[in-house]
């Protein structure tokens, strides 16, 4: 007869996950880089995305842990020089992501990967027009697509996919990138990629350093998704980096890697209340009596990845809806759940004005049950975030049922 799971309830379940993503840790009056690398520790990897909406995805998740901070922090972190090696760099860890750059070998399988499939959206099968890229790269790196496309592209293209009608540069940097041939140097100040041979991004130790078998490498990814979750079902284990990138469904390789961590003691059996499937428990995890939190979450937050964890721990029913159109949005463009406290007590529709340095707040909904004092304390946010933004104005808009609340307080 096996050791009886512990039992969490769903109160304090949602207060492990919020202290494992780092919003019980105590805040610093001035984020330095110490604040952004134990930042980086709770979230593992920081989603890119390119909608500036209101700020960049990468952004967003850092600030809503560390209070306004110098966007210079990640920049300094994702730049490499003798003095101060690159900590960060971008590759499909999640989806689009900036990682520790410490997670490079381990990667490397799903690298090889994409490789032998001859890369991850579009089939690159011309093995010349690969080769002529990697050496240009070799040659002008760090370099972009659009750089590139007058030696490959052949006369205009299609319009037809909106958002991926790629060029034939763009599309075989992707496969070097994929298959980790070149490596992601930076962006420009438009968000376009700079790619680069992986010798010129990353440090020297990083590229040393030998590569762990398969088993290995998802026993070190299940051990860091469980980090950042606290708590957390195999499946909220598995997607974290999405290890079940060679299964569309199912946990792939994550199942033997959580039993190596059970047998470990790394990973604790639990119960949570209402959750249906079994759970695990990382023994670092810390169960604070109370999590003070204020903040907006992105869309792309690790908070709200995974749509049936965050129903699970907040019940709380989200949806992205960028992509839906407009009249049949039911909150908004670009919506961001707003925590207090434990809780995801309302969802606000943003946009950043900077033309008119004005933070429009475009729909403001109350979740069921929310406290009374939401719309204070969702006004004080919208003034920090605004100031954070270097925008002068908070605009609340009649729309949602916290609007009237919310536009009083800022009068």
Known sequence: MGVRPQRLSAAQARRVALAAQGFADAPHAVPTMRTFERTLARTGVLQVDSVNVLARAHLMPLYSRMGPYDTGLLDRANRHTHASPRRVVEYWAHVQAF???????????????????????????????????????????????RELEAELDAGPRSKQHWGWNWSEARKVLDHLYS??????????????????????????????????????????????????HGVATAS????????????????????????????????????????????????????????????LISPFDPV???????????????????YTPKEKRVHG???????????IVARVDLKAD?????LLVQGAFGESGYPEETAVELVAELRRLAGWLDLDEVVIAPNGDLAVALAREVA
């Not at 381990?106 to 490789?115: G, I, K, Q, W």
């Not at 049936?308 to 949806?319: M, V």
């Open 99 to 145: 990682m520790p750059v410490e997670l490079w070998p381990v990667m490397r399988h799903r690298m090889e990967h994409y490789r032998e499939q001859r890369g991850k959206w579009w089939k690159v099968d011309d093995v010349r027009s690969e080769q002529t890229v990697l050496a240009l790269v070799a040659e002008r790196g760090p370099v972009t697509a």
């Open 236 to 295: 909220c284990l598995s997607d974290y980096y999405r290890m079940n990138w060679r299964r569309p469904s199912g946990v792939g390789a994550a199942q033997p890697a959580v039993e190596q961590l059970v047998e470990e003691g790394v990973l604790q059996p639990v119960e949570v209340e209402g959750w249906s499937r079994p759970a695990w428990l990382h023994r670092d995890a810390r169960l604070p009596r109370r999590v003070a939190a204020r903040s």
């Open 179 to 228: 298959s980790g041939q070149v490596a992601i140097a930076g962006r420009t100040s438009s968000f376009e990629v700079r790619y680069d041979l992986p010798e010129r991004v990353l440090p020297r130790a990083v590229l040393e350093a030998p590569t762990p078998t398969p088993h290995e490498a998802a026993v070190d990814l299940v051990r860091r998704a469980a980090v950042s």
């Open 304 to 322: 709200v990845w995974q749509r049936e964890r965050a129903e699970a721990l907040f019940d709380f029913t989200y949806r992205i809806e960028i």
């Open 333 to 343: 463009y670009y919506v961001l759940p707003f925590l207090l406290g434990d809780r």
């Open 354 to 358: 900077r033309a008119s340095g004005r």
